[in-house]
């Protein structure tokens, strides 16, 4: 059965190619047969060209990086998921060298904020859920967040930031990626 060939090999996700891959069919053929299967509740659309099997527990993070590549979780997400910040967030929000973009997809809200390229770095694969994703280190998800809020594209709105976790050196580093005075200013009275 092609869910259960699907789950085998961890293929909760994929798009029509990996289909053609597993299956050994041509593009066509897996583009039919996906598309038949929406329609009956088998799969499910996530976006064009990107489904999950529909009975499979959803791992939203990886969504995320599967979703808009490349990209990695960070920002209020990241601090989130490093107790950075005690509340939970509901949107993912990821970074991403490319323009800026919002999808919907099962429900999920799933926001990408263009990250210049010189600091598009900072993550770490890590193992959630059973596979692994791309996130930010705490240090890194912070420097991102202060950056659009210095850039006054986000408002520094979390009083109850626990900065005691984070390594003062990397993080410090990681601000300087972003080449902007105002944000080293800023970053120094969190700490």
């Given at each position: 059965m092609v869910t259960?060939?699907?789950?085998?090999?961890s293929m909760f996700l994929f798009t029509p190619r990996e289909f053609t891959r597993v299956f050994d069919v041509s593009l066509y053929a897996s583009q039919w047969f996906i598309a038949s299967y929406v329609k009956r509740g088998l799969f499910t659309k996530l976006r064009n060209g990107f489904y999950a099997l529909s009975d499979a527990p959803r791992n939203h993070y990886?969504?995320?990086n599967k979703l808009y590549q490349p990209s990695?979780?960070?920002?209020e997400t990241a601090l989130s998921y490093h107790k950075l910040i005690p509340e939970t967030i509901y949107a993912v929000t990821s970074a991403a060298p490319k323009a800026t973009s919002r999808f919907t997809a099962d429900g999920v809200e799933y926001l990408y904020r263009k990250m210049k390229r010189d600091a598009f770095t900072g993550y770490v694969p890590t193992a959630h859920l059973g596979s692994t994703i791309l996130i930010a280190e705490p240090e890194k998800a912070l420097a991102d967040?202060?950056?659009?809020v210095d850039l006054r594209l986000l408002e520094l709105s979390y009083e109850r930031l626990d900065p005691r976790k984070l390594n003062k050196r990397k993080?410090?580093?990681?601000?300087?990626?972003?080449?902007?005075?105002?944000?080293?200013?800023?970053?120094?009275?969190?700490?």
């Open positions: 259960q060939e699907l789950k085998e090999k990886l969504i995320a990695y979780i960070s920002f967040y202060l950056y659009f993080f410090s580093s990681y601000v300087r990626l972003f080449d902007r005075p105002s944000l080293t200013v800023l970053a120094k009275t969190i700490l």
